[in-house]
């Protein structure tokens, strides 16, 4: 059990304080999946928006560094990502030398500006930093802060807000309901061309394509796909009530244009939630949640068979979601750890 949890000894965890924008709000993946990875932890962290007043913010960061606390910086979320001012919040707590600095950095390799951020403060002081795959860690051992032996780095994927961890695993039935879903939000990064290639190859039984995040209105589905599909964009949807929706989908597709990683709550989502799910993979150590009811495509035709196969059975799809649960549930621990726990000697 991560020191900090329920049943720990709460005196020996100072309290953290926590630089995150959009801290809980379901339309920022950042700030949702950060809020859920301290759910029960003891003592819940100071949470300071780093758009907020600079003076404020660098004030209760030097408060926390003279108390030796940590200070855990969350990078980017929706609000911090294209905004250089809370740079300026990021180097007072680098700058607070004898602080305990703790980096969370999110999707590192899609943003040239998380490597100067992370520059600047690995220049000034040491930082525990965690990232989200082995490749994202490989690409951050290069970094000049790196190279000085200024950080240490630990791989752990991010919480994620849409498993039902207080509940248990979600309920999940084998309904032929007809309901192909894709979960998150559209970006580029993501691509939907194999979303489109498995419409295309799913039996006439599949007539209905649900998206279920932000930005899908903008997707540009083809001709074909709107002819044959009724296409309902169903938009954001609060975090406790994502059961509903996704209760109604038969398969999911999580499509990324540089492979599925364990950093993509997109994909977790619907496999949480017992949803066979299709994606495709790129560098296998990236990805290693890797329950029966995810397929990852190889030969298009025979991956979609499988996975219209699994959603039609009932046990390997609640064993699927049991799996996930498990998972989801040792990635939370690690990261309060990480993140949130007693300094870590090395």
């Not at 707590?93 to 305990?100: G, K």
């Not at 930005?215 to 975090?239: H, L, N, Q």
């Not at 059961?243 to 540089?258: C, N, R």
């Not at 066979?276 to 397929?295: G, K, W, Y």
């Amino acid at each position: 059990m991560p020191t900090g949890h329920p049943g720990a000894a709460p005196e020996r965890t100072p309290r953290a304080l926590v630089l995150c924008g959009d801290w809980g709000l379901d339309s920022c993946g950042v700030g949702s999946s950060e809020a859920a990875m301290v759910r029960g932890f003891v003592p819940e962290p100071e949470i300071v928006d780093p758009n907020g007043p600079r003076g404020e913010s660098r004030r209760r960061i030097r408060q926390a560094a003279r108390a030796g606390r940590p200070i855990v910086v969350v990078y980017p979320s929706e609000s911090t990502v294209a905004h250089a001012g809370p740079m300026l919040v990021f180097m007072a707590a680098a700058l607070a030398r004898h602080s305990d600095l703790r980096v969370h950095l999110h999707e590192y390799r899609l943003y040239n500006e998380l490597r100067r951020v992370l520059d600047l403060i690995t220049t000034v002081g040491r930082a525990r930093v965690v990232v989200s795959t082995q490749g994202e860690a490989a690409v951050l051992r290069a970094s000049p802060g790196a190279r000085l032996h200024r950080i240490a780095i630990d791989v752990i994927p991010p919480a994620n807000a849409a498993t039902p961890l207080e509940t248990g695993p979600a309920a999940v039935s084998a309904t032929a309901t007809g309901v192909v879903g894709v979960f998150g939000f559209h970006r580029p990064d993501k691509g939907i061309q194999l979303t489109i290639d498995v419409l295309r190859e799913l039996p006439p039984a599949f007539h209905q394509l649900h998206t279920l995040g932000l930005g899908w209105e903008s997707a540009g589905w083809p001709a074909d796909i709107r002819d044959r599909f009724t296409i309902v964009d169903k938009g954001p949807c609060a975090t406790p009530d994502l059961p509903g929706p996704l209760s109604e989908w038969q398969l999911a597709v999580a499509s990324f244009a540089i492979g599925a990683t364990d950093g993509r709550n997109s994909l977790r989502s619907p496999l949480s939630h017992g949803i066979p799910t299709l994606t495709t993979v790129a560098d296998p150590a990236d990805l290693t949640l890797r329950p029966d009811h995810l397929v990852v495509v190889d030969d298009l035709a025979s991956s979609v068979a499988r996975a219209v196969e699994i959603s039609g059975d009932e046990q390997e799809r609640r064993d699927g979601a049991a799996y996930v649960h498990d998972f989801e549930r040792r990635a939370r621990a690690e990261l309060c750890d990480a993140l949130l726990g007693p300094p870590v000697r090395r």
